[in-house]
């Protein structure tokens, strides 16, 4: 079955850096588009980022282009975040979830979530 | 940037109708899904492609799509479905999320 477990999550000061991970199974990971979706305590959700199935392709919400940047690894099925100049807006739980397809959703599976936290 | 609006609460009595909308320009071009999320899970996607139902989703779940209205549409409401539900769309190379409804059953 499907699988997606996240890891990386944490308490991190502002400006600092941070890197979530998305390990995938249950599914042929290289033929499919991941993506990063958050939820800020209480709010609703919120597209973060989407890489397609071979890497080529990566699109950004507005709020953390410049500072986010999506990667894979379709030799370890695994799919990265790597967060910059973090702010407290930024704290949320962050999901990643697989498409159905290519890149523009939906999104058929999701991970349980990893919470990160920017506080001083 | 596009916006998809959904009401932020509907109520509806067990065994009844419920209908949640969301709203965007020309969304009826685009196609639109949607997912349940209860309190501390993951979002489970319910309807895609406006109308289509994912593999172990019950029958009772149903999606429309017209002009700028995308709606959802839950037939004999269970207690279970009482949950938040967010539409969703792509546009101009981003994935938008509707603020979400909570559906109250009562």
């Known amino acids: 079955q499907v699988q997606l477990v996240e890891s990386g999550g944490g308490v991190v000061q502002p400006g600092r850096s941070l890197r979530l991970s998305c390990a995938a199974s249950g599914f042929t990971f290289s033929s499919y588009g991941m993506h990063w979706v958050r939820q800020a305590p209480g709010k609703g959700l919120e597209w973060v980022a989407v890489i397609s199935h071979d890497g080529s392709n990566k699109y950004y919400a507005d709020s953390v282009k410049g500072r986010f940047t999506i990667s894979r690894d379709n030799s370890k099925n695994t799919l990265y975040m790597q967060m910059y100049s973090l702010r407290a807006e930024d704290t949320a739980v962050y999901y990643c979830?697989?498409?159905?397809?290519?890149?523009?959703?939906?999104?058929?599976?999701w991970g349980q979530g990893t919470l990160v936290t920017v506080s001083s | 940037s596009y916006e998809l609006t959904q009401p932020p609460s509907v109520s509806v009595s067990p065994g009844q109708t419920a209908s949640i909308t969301c709203s965007g320009d020309?969304?009826?071009?685009?196609?639109a899904c949607w997912y349940q999320q209860k309190p501390g899970q993951s979002p489970v996607l319910v309807i895609y492609q406006d109308t289509k139902r994912p593999s172990g989703i019950p029958e009772r779940f149903s999606g429309s799509s017209s002009g700028n209205t995308a709606t959802l549409t839950i037939s004999g409401t269970q207690a279970m479905d009482e949950s938040d539900y967010f539409c969703?769309?792509?546009?101009?190379?981003?994935?938008?999320f509707g603020g979400g409804t909570k559906l109250t059953v009562l």
């Open positions: 969703q769309a792509w546009d101009s190379s981003t994935v938008v």
């Open positions: 020309k969304l009826g071009h685009k196609y």
């Open positions: 979830a697989k498409d159905l397809e290519a890149v523009a959703g939906p999104f058929d599976y």
